[in-house]
């Protein structure tokens, strides 16, 4: 009657050796990376430039331990429901953190694939960064009333002058690329004139 149990104990067996496996690369990722303050550390980001050598070198550990929590996630989520209910509960609890690790290895992946580009490794690159001022409440939360840009590029960042959006230039929107109803409604409150 409880074979199949006997089964679910020697694949939570064989699932809790790969999650062992697992932990080595993200271990190493994670020294590489300087982890242990729960972000990124001194040496991935100092004075101002993200070391894209240190996310190249992480990249392939991080994913080598998502392949192996793959595989481990795959024994746990192919097992029927045990009879026994404290085998139950550890197949639950199992499947849980071994999807939860699963998770988070995958973003960390996402993370190591795109902060390259964002940090511009393949080319300069700009952002526009508004700031909200919640004394004005808007739907998004707030007016945005300052600004500034932030360049990339080669992993070196640069945030400029933070200034108020007055000192943006801001030609006068015509009223032939918005709608009527949008014109006649806050046009005269000078939605096509100012900025924000």
Known sequence: ???????????????????????????????LLDLSDGGLGADVYRRGRVNLDLLAEAEPLIQEAHAILDEAAGLVEELGEPLLPPLASALSTATDRVTEAESSAENAMALLRVLPRLTGADGPRAYLLAFQALGEARATGGVAGLYGVLKAEDGRMELGAIDPYSRL?????????????????YGRQGALDQWP
């Open 1 to 31: 009657v409880i074979g199949d149990d006997t089964d679910a104990v020697a694949s939570l067996v064989a699932a809790a050796r790969l999650v062992a496996a697992a932990g080595d690369p993200a271990l190493r990722a994670a020294g």
């Open 169 to 185: 230039v801001f030609d006068r929107v015509s009223p032939d690329i918005v709608p009527t109803w949008y014109e006649k409604t």
